[in-house]
């Protein structure tokens, strides 16, 4: 009860945030008579968006499946390096820091250089870059989550003379959850955000950032609006869905006191 | 105190597998815990030098002493969780490393510690799953110290719903779980208010009677070292030595918050006072 009208009110501010926003916005352009190649107004974006909504939903059909490759294929490998790396102490030292200058560099950087190895007809490049993207932020979290236990429990899983396996299998990698979805709720928009901008760099015309930057190039401003409104969406609809998951995968962090 | 005295039941130690039943209460008991000339460094430090103690069985004995004073060291060394760089530890006849593998004791910190994963009844079950108790005997076996605890309404909960108090009456019940004869707790109601604490006072000596295990207790708190024990372990600090053991004699009836109000109580109180005092002295 308290909680939907919690979350009710939470939804409320930005909401009209929001709308009191795309209002401002719409007066600026009609009242201030900007050319609509400047900035299109959000009833010509809506306009735009409705006349090739088809189009739209084919492109970010095209960008959501290559995000949604890099992050699963990243998230998976990601995981399976923390595992080792938590287990053997050598791994561990080699490759955290390889992580650490991983996160330093865009990997986005990457793709013009995939493109050419992989041919402009084939989404791999676009895989591969979210991949990498996405491995990042999944494997340093899990990794600390991992290698984190409560003293205590450590304590106690000593006193019950529980095993090595033991002590993994109920305290730490229950333990990792949250730490492991924290990283893939910030792979999650960040795959969406590399899978358009490594569009960008030729390839395959399928998916919303080739488009954005085709629209663009003639002119088509409201057309090229219409296509970020999606890849926006896009971001949101995979971060809901991570956080969705999380939700679903670690239940007592909801339980309030109640 | 001779450190040099020999205990009737000591025997020479044998393996595990010749290890006797143990005969409870029968005269040639061997003692709960013995330790004997243990001392601990950590480094530089010296946290516990040439400590001598003996606890029998069924006895409730408190440590205390100031901040530092190793009281949760050594407790930790008869649990195995701390090794002694010198000396012997002996927990019911057994090595104390015997004594962590069979699983002879119970035991509680200050943090209770729970998985927030897992429902309250799932953590009283942790350490009965973790060896191998089936299913349904796990279960009946979480009931029946809910209940002893006084949380069976609770026992779908997660940790986090539950207050400290509660939380403590967890982890204890979960000391419990594999009726261990021997309980060690290091201050475990130290984070408590004072109420709460008084009630969970008084339920460790319920659970005691009911259980008739041995209880180590590490405190800071002299009213509640008094309460609670047959004995009070005043220990010093730097080095961390025992410095006095203070029997506490509050008559044969069981202890009800009544006992706080009694001359007998303010006397050992003030007995425990003097003894910690006495420890700060010569520094």
Known sequence: MRRARGSGALLLAPVVVALAFLA?????????????????????VLASLREVGAQVLAAAGATGLNALVGLVAGTALALLAASLAARVRVLREALVPLAAAAAAIPIVALAPVFATMYGATSELPRRL?????????????????????DPVHAELMRSYAASGWATTRWVRLPGALPFVFTGLRLAASAAVISAVVAEYFGGLQTGLGSRITSAA?????????????AACALGLLFYAAALALERAATPWRRAGTG | MSSTRTTPGATPAGGPGTAAAPAPGGPAATPAVEVRGVVRRFGAVTALDGIDLVIERGELVSLIGPSGCGKSTL?????????????????????????????D?????????????????????????????????????????????????FARHRPSQLSGGMQQRVAIARALAERPSLLL????????????????????????AATGCTVVFVTHSVPEAVFLSDRVVVMSARPGRVAAVVPVRLGTAERDDAVRATPAFAASVVQVRAALRATEAPR
């Open chain 2, 185 to 208: 707790m290091d201050e475990p109601f130290g984070a408590l208010d004072e109420m709460t604490r008084e009630r969970l006072q008084a339920e460790l000596l319920a659970v005691r």
């Open chain 2, 105 to 153: 004791y119970g035991i509680a910190f200050q943090a209770a510690g729970l998985l927030e994963w897992r429902t309250v009844a799932g953590n009283v079950e942790l350490p009965l799953q973790l060896h191998g108790v089936g299913r349904a005997a796990r279960r009946e076996r979480a009931r029946e110290l809910l209940d002893l605890v006084g949380l069976a309404d």
């Open chain 1, 217 to 229: 190039a003639n002119s088509a401003y409201p057309r090229a609006w219409a296509y970020v409104v």
């Open chain 1, 129 to 149: 870059v979210v991949t990498l993207v996405v491995f990042v932020p999944v494997f340093v979290n899990a990794l600390r989550g991992l290698l984190t236990v």
């Open chain 2, 75 to 103: 407790l930790r060394v008869v649990a195995d969780l701390v090794e002694p760089t010198e000396g012997e530890v002996r927990v019911g006849g057994k090595s104390a490393h015997r004594a962590r593998l069979d699983q």
């Open chain 1, 24 to 44: 401002a916005w719409e007066a600026l352009v009609r009242v201030g008579r900007v050319a609509p190649f400047v900035l299109p107004s959000p009833t010509a």
